[in-house]
Nanobody
Framework: VQLQASGGGAVQAGGSLRLSCLAS????????MGWYRQVPGKERELVAS???????NYSDSVKGRFTISIDNTKNAGYLEMNSLKPEDTAVYYC??????????????WGEGTLVTVSS
């Protein structure tokens, strides 16, 4: 199974971006997903997560502006980011716990996608 994150780019403050995380390979479903972000010199920070039953959690810094979701019909998860601020600039990573066709649930990480917000 592989995770591919995409959708990053450059945007002005106040703008929006939608990050996608596509799972491919021998999977049955995405159980849970999280989006992290990291800036140089700082630790990776969890900004949003979603679990079974669509239970979501957000960091205080993005609450009310970001929305996380999973669409298992497309083997994908999303992070909708609105009202972006310069401090949202970071490399964003998705991680997911995935149900394998071979049985069992396993964690995976995607490559990062860069989000740059200018003032």
């Amino acid at each position: 199974v592989q995770l591919q994150a995409s959708g990053g780019g450059a945007v002005q403050a106040g703008g929006s971006l939608r990050l996608s995380c596509l799972a491919s390979g021998s999977l049955l479903s995405i159980n849970t997903m999280g989006w992290y972000r990291q800036v140089p010199g700082k630790e990776r920070e969890l900004v949003a997560s979603i679990s079974r039953g669509d239970n979501t959690n957000y960091s205080d810094s993005v609450k009310g502006r970001f929305t996380i979701s999973i669409d298992n019909t497309k083997n994908a998860g999303y992070l909708e980011m609105n009202s972006l601020k310069p401090e949202d600039t970071a490399v964003y990573y998705c991680t997911a716990n995935i149900r394998s066709v071979w049985g069992g649930n396993f964690p995976y990480w995607g490559e990062g996608t860069l989000v740059t917000v200018s003032s």
